[in-house]
């Protein structure tokens, strides 16, 4: 048995070679919820849905969000009636007072529908509808989670990080933004002050969670500060990783970042943005696979190959170092 923890594009990407190595039937993966919204009064888990989509066959592998080939008619409909009611378009917070409102899931990071400022696709639209409807019949976001991945087909156990609500937010000179509005609205741009897990104090792992946390542990090349962060923030989940064998997959190559807003997000915490930095945030971490080029010298094990991952052999190649990993480790 295994486990893996989620972002929504290192684990995806590591996964999509990983059935080769790891059986299926016998993987979890555990998704970051940190980066949750209620948009329109629907649950939209972007991290969830891209490992939904992406073991389900269906993801949009160019935009790595959302459903290949979707349409986006009722996004279209929803700005032209906003900007014929004169709207402004951008990341539209609900009051205050309505943020700790409705339901407890979507705690602080409650957006209008109006104009919203996420695309969503229609058919991805459906899956928002049917969670949110599932949690509004009283099941729990991992029950919802294994129902719509029932339906996509994915044979991981899919589950979130935790059944409770954990909001990202970025502190800026200007201000807080809840990482979507950092991320989709303003393009990262923005200088990165802290990171603060809302909620996560009161929030607990998801029982699903952390019975897979049981096993060993891949941790992706994931944004440690925004994908794994807030897994690490929920109380009991750290503590599980120490007692495990975890092994790490760097996303950077020394201080070169493949992608996103990684180094940024480090600094922004004062963490080193690099492999040393990784490795400083993961005291859990038993061993460290590193890319090839990553002559970064650790204090804990490290299997080496090279960790660019383009399809699915690549992706193969990473998951057997993890595997080579997981046994130096253990
Ligand atoms: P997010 O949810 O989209 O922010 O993504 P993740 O948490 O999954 O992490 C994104 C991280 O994955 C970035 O820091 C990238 O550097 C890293 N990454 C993306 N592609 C690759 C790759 O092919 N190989 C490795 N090693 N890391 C990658």
């Not at 059935?19 to 299926?24: E, Q, R």
């Not at 979507?180 to 609205?185: D, L, P």
């Amino acid at each position: 048995m295994v486990t893996f923890l989620a972002g929504g594009t290192g684990t995806p990407k590591l996964l999509d070679g990983a059935a080769a190595v790891f059986d299926p039937a016998d993987t979890a993966v555990v998704a970051n919820t940190g980066d949750d919204v209620e948009l329109g009064g629907h649950l939209v888990c972007p991290d969830v849905d891209t490992v939904l989509f992406s073991e389900g066959g269906v993801l949009n592998r160019e935009r790595w969000w959302g459903i290949d080939g979707d349409t986006t008619e009722t996004h279209d409909e929803l700005h032209r009636l906003a900007d014929a009611a004169g709207f402004d378009a951008g990341p539209r917070y609900l009051p205050d007072d309505a943020q700790t409102a409705g339901r407890d899931i979507a705690r602080w990071r409650r957006f209008s529908g109006v104009a919203e400022f996420m695309e969503i696709g229609d058919r991805d639209r459906a899956v928002h509808v049917t969670r949110t409807g599932l949690l509004d019949e009283g099941r729990t976001l991992t029950e919802a989670t294994r129902t719509l991945a029932e339906a996509f087909g994915v044979d991981v156990d899919l589950v979130p990080m935790s059944d409770d609500p954990v909001a990202t937010l970025i502190h800026t000179p200007d201000g807080t933004l809840h990482f979507q509005e950092y991320w989709v609205a303003e393009r990262a741009d923005p200088t990165v002050e802290d990171v603060e897990f809302r909620g996560a104090d009161d929030a607990e792992p998801s029982p699903a969670a952390l019975d897979a946390l049981d096993d060993e542990v891949v941790v992706g090349p994931s944004n440690p500060v925004t994908s794994i962060g807030p897994m690490l923030a929920v109380p009991g989940f750290e503590a599980a990783l120490r007692d495990t064998t975890v092994v790490a997959v760097s996303p950077f190559v020394e201080d070169d970042v493949f992608s996103g807003p990684a180094a940024d997000l480090m600094a922004g915490v004062g963490e080193e943005p690099s492999t040393a930095g990784v490795a400083d945030v993961y005291p859990f971490a038993d061993a460290f696979v590193l890319d090839d080029d990553d002559g970064t010298d650790l204090d804990r094990p490290v299997v080496r190959t090279d960790t660019r991952m383009d399809d699915a052999a690549d992706a193969e190649r990473v998951a057997e170092a993890c595997a080579e990993a997981l046994e130096v480790a253990g």
